[in-house]
């Protein structure tokens, strides 16, 4: 990571930087992939990104995020299966394929793995396989809980299901992001009063998504973490473009304005609660 001075740091903390560079097969980086990814650190650098959590959504993918975080020391892998891996077609047995994969990440990688996630359920696909999405879903909490890892929940059409499974851990899971949030207010209260996290992203930015700017309002910036889910949802200055890293300082910009706060504070309150909920600490920021 380059050296820079500045007043502020800010975290991406969800984005797919394999997925920014088309890698979903296992071999080696090689030297263009490598400067590719580089470059987007660098480009993310230059805007007070200091450190990026890469979320894993297929066992290859957990296996690709641990092997980017020994090469790159400000990315911090999170692994673990989408819900969109279970669908009609997914068998028993590639629940306990996959589970067993994400152990041995973590058995072997402990200290570096950040995260168990993103794990969810996820309605929005006719093909879905709820009850086997359930299964891969509890799985994992049970490796968070195992392992005392971070949680990263992706929850789409299916608030009530997650709500259920949720509701079950919500004394033993102490730190949990609900990543991309999108369900309801009720939601949005219950869970940060459990003092999980809400992850905000470009989706705020959107002129239509009244509703989340409301909730962003009535939660506050204590129980909010930025993400970009980079190369998906791109805020809307950048609208049906690739997104990076980088944007999150749009994000940030786009908080400081809805909050009526500095760019300084948003940095500092949501770069802590970062640290809080993936318990690394590197930042340098004073957080209490
Ligand atoms: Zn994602």
New binding site residues.
Partial sequence: MISYDSTFSLIDT???LLHIINKSTISAFSPQELQEIKKILHQAALKNITHVIE?G?TAIDSILCVELAKIFKNVFPVVGI?PHEANIHYQKTAIAGNISVIKNLLEVHTEKIVGIG?CGLDKHYPDHNLEAQQALFEAQIELALTYNKAL?V?TRDAEQETYAILERYKTDLKRVVI??YSNSLDFAQAVTSWGWYLGIGGTVTYPKNTQLREIVKKVGLSSIVL?T?AP?LPPQIIRGKTNAPEHIQTIAHYLADLLEKNIEEVARITTCNSERLFEYHSSGAQCS
């Fill in positions: 969800h984005c797919h979320v959504t989408h993103e990263v992706h990543h991309c993400e889910d998906f």
